[in-house]
């Protein structure tokens, strides 16, 4: 497998890793390939032509003619589609947060909320997508604010499901920024469940995942809870 990736991929991958305007950012794709991170799919012409007939066959197997007008490029833009959705699968971490954690002496709660984000559930392809809410109490560190939505993104555009990915955005910032605790909201709403009505219409899962002070600290937790307007669930 090659470890360049497709142009329009590439570009959402150096977004995530890089702020606009971030000093330093120039990345050749060739130095990527160098270093020897595993950056995953690969510019490859059979992997491609293989994707695009699988999608021909489902539009033949649900009785359409692929060689229609309007859907003779869809293989096509569904395979870009699709490696663009999951583009977080080759975000390096490192990359991601690199020079954005910084030696301050804060010690109070520090909450990021209202970050959009679109993922695929793994279980039928189709998008969830909602809010994330991140909070965490510093140790002597903090992240850039504008890494943590990068850090929802990173997760969130992969095949997922929700309560694996509200996990990983807490341990990920526990694990990096060694804080005295995280918390992790992510209210969403699923396409799978809505469009193929197993659910009403509208409604929305929750999912938390607490960490340290955020697990251990009645108080805590309530403060985090009480920045979403909402009432903290008993742990
Ligand atoms: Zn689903």
Redesign the pocket.
Same mark, same amino acid.
């Given at each position: 497998m090659s470890s360049k990736l497709d142009d329009n991929v590439r570009h959402l991958v150096d977004e995530m890793e890089h702020e606009i305007g971030e000093d330093g950012f120039e990345v050749s794709s060739d130095e990527i390939a160098g270093d020897g991170h595993v950056l995953g799919i690969a510019v490859d012409p059979e992997g491609d032509a293989a994707v695009e007939n699988a999608v021909r066959q489902i539009l033949l197997e649900n009785g359409e003619d692929p060689a229609r007008d309007g859907l003779r490029d869809t293989p096509k833009r569904v395979r870009r589609m699709y490696a663009e959705l999951t583009s977080g699968y080759h975000v390096d971490p490192d990359r991601l947060v690199n020079n954005a954690i910084l030696d301050v002496d804060y010690s109070e709660m520090v909450v990021v909320k209202d970050i959009p984000f679109y993922s695929l /559930?793994? &279980? &039928? *392809? *189709?998008p969830?997508f909602g809010q994330a809410a991140v909070a965490y109490i510093p140790e002597g560190r903090v992240i850039g604010l504008s890494k943590i939505p990068r850090i929802v993104e990173m997760y969130s555009r992969r095949l997922q499901v929700q309560e694996r990915m509200t996990k990983q955005i807490a341990d990920f910032l526990m694990e990096r920024l060694q804080p005295r605790g995280v918390g992790v909201v992510v209210e969403a709403s &699923? *396409? /799978?469940?809505v469009m193929r009505g197993v659910r009403k219409p509208g409604t929305i899962m929750t999912t938390s995942h607490v960490l340290g002070l955020f697990r251990s600290a009645d108080r805590t937790r309530a403060e985090f809870f009480s920045h979403l307007e909402r009432r903290p669930p008993t742990i």
């Open positions: /559930c793994e &279980h &039928h *392809l *189709l969830f &699923h *396409l /799978c469940a």
